[in-house]
């Protein structure tokens, strides 16, 4: 499952592995992480991406955008 998340980040959200494997570790750890994109749109937009591929893998994700 870790696997998964290091995937979405780097795939979806332009992470390197060393990028995306810190953040994976710091939600199993602290239960969430903060990524931050230009815009609420794009920010949108990469969310229901990961959304998309989690749900085609049958992986259980919760991710949200939000303003800052």
Same mark, same amino acid.
């Given at each position: 499952?870790? @696997?998964?998340?290091?995937?979405?980040?780097? !795939?979806?959200? !332009?992470?390197?592995?060393?990028? *995306?494997?810190?953040?994976? /570790?710091?939600?199993?750890?602290?239960?969430? *992480?903060?990524?931050? @994109?230009?815009?609420? @749109?794009?920010?949108?937009?990469?969310?229901?991406?990961? /959304?998309?591929? *989690?749900?085609?893998?049958?992986?259980?994700?919760?991710?949200?955008?939000?303003?800052?």
């Amino acid at each position: 499952t870790l @696997d998964m998340v290091v995937l979405l980040l780097v !795939s979806i959200f !332009s992470k390197t592995n060393e990028e *995306a494997e810190r953040l994976t /570790i710091k939600v199993h750890r602290e239960g969430r *992480a903060t990524l931050r @994109d230009n815009t609420l @749109d794009l920010a949108a937009t990469k969310t229901e991406k990961a /959304i998309k591929m *989690a749900r085609e893998q049958n992986f259980p994700l919760r991710i949200t955008y939000e303003p800052e």
